[in-house]
């Protein structure tokens, strides 16, 4: 399996950004797919993002305004870039790839919009 790691989480204003990183253990070039999810306390975790290795992206419509994923292939990280934040966006963000099986999580960063 893959060993994920996020970073870049915190506390953050209303209306601020932040930009979370995914780490990898193996060559992000190799991945067809990497993810960003979310899960807040009492819902569902859900996906933010996705990229493909042929760079094509998908981000559900609710966020695509404000979210976007990248790939840094120097860096070896996928990269999630959040704008305009709202308490709404407050989870615990999580990278993941493969699939079920033989798919891997990090451990999750927390994300926390608060004045």
Request: glycine share 10%.
């Amino acid at each position: 399996q893959v060993h994920l790691v996020e970073s870049g989480g915190g506390l953050v204003q209303p209306g601020g950004s932040l930009r979370l990183s995914c780490t990898t253990s193996d060559s992000i070039a190799s991945m067809p797919r990497m993810d960003w999810y979310r899960e807040a306390p009492g819902r569902q975790r859900e996906l933010v993002a996705a990229i493909f290795g042929e760079g094509k992206t998908t981000i559900p419509d609710g966020l695509k305004d404000r979210f976007s994923i990248s790939v840094n292939y120097v860096k070896n990280t996928v990269d999630l870039q959040m704008n305009n934040l709202n308490p709404e966006d407050t989870a615990v963000y999580y990278c993941h790839t493969g699939t079920t099986p033989n798919d891997s999580w990090g451990l999750g960063t927390q994300v926390t919009v608060a004045s």
